[in-house]
């Protein structure tokens, strides 16, 4: 069924690292979602495979010393939708994986996969930008951390080199302290479709929640890879609760968005989508977080 040259099993990290030195064109397969529906569809034809699934190592959700929130690439979908820290600190990321595919991706597909294939639609990676994430790759050299923007370098692409895994995705204490955030997923119809755009966005107010302290937006399919909205954000902080600003900040995605006209939408239509969301999803994030419009 599958026109595959070789598969190798990774019994540990190291193990990874040295398959992926030794077998250079060889893929990484974590749950397989993205690199068996490409193989069904002949692509790849005579592939090698290293399978990295059964490293339970990366697999789960912790907060390390500091506070940094620290997912293991391989934790799926629907483990970090029901995962209690997810749930206390960045329920949005929960919130916004919940919405892939239907309940067997949800099961089987990682964080991992979703970020290391480099595509814009992807439901965690507008969450994952907008909290500054910051992407773990381990290699010959030992383990490197890169900010996801810069992780992504073009549509499909991400800088993932000679010899590495992606391990883990961390999320920093003052990223997610003290936020409240809620995602949006445009698209067609409600399961089993990628997003046409997808908004997220979080909040931070000020002790009496009258002030924004600080925002974040992000948006998947506004551009190549997945893209924040700085103008936007600075444009809303130390600013008063109102639903003028609610309006103002949405309308100024449109200066850092750059959405394509593709057979699923026209860029206009994202345009719009992108500022209707981002007032909803701000909206929403203010009321999360015991603020009043
Ligand atoms: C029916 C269907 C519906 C879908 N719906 C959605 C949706 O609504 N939203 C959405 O975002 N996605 C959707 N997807 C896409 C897919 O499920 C996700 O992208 C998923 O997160 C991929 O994870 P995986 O573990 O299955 O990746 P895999 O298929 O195993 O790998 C994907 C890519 O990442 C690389 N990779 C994986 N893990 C690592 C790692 N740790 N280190 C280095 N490289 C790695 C692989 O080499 C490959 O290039 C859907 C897929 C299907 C089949």
Redesign the pocket.
Known sequence: MYDMKALYQAADVADAVALRLAHPEA???????????QMREGKRAGAELIS?YGLDELRGVSLEEDGTLRIG?LTSFSHITQDPLIQKYVNVLGEAVD???GPQ?RN???I???T??G?T???SASTLHAYDAIVELTGPDGVRRQPIHDFYIKAGKVD?RAGE??TAILIPKESYENTFGHYIKYAMRNA???ATLGTSVNVRLSADKKTVERVRVAFGVAGPVPLRAGTAEALAVGQSLSMDLAERFAQAVKEDINPRDSWRAARDFRMHIAVESTKRAFIESVKKAGGEL
């Open positions: 893929q990484i397969i974590a749950g397989g979602s993205d690199v068996l529906v990295i690439s919405q892939v595919g991706i089987i597909g990682t991992g996969g979703n290391c294939n595509v639609s992807a439901d993932i895994i992606q089993m479709d990628i």
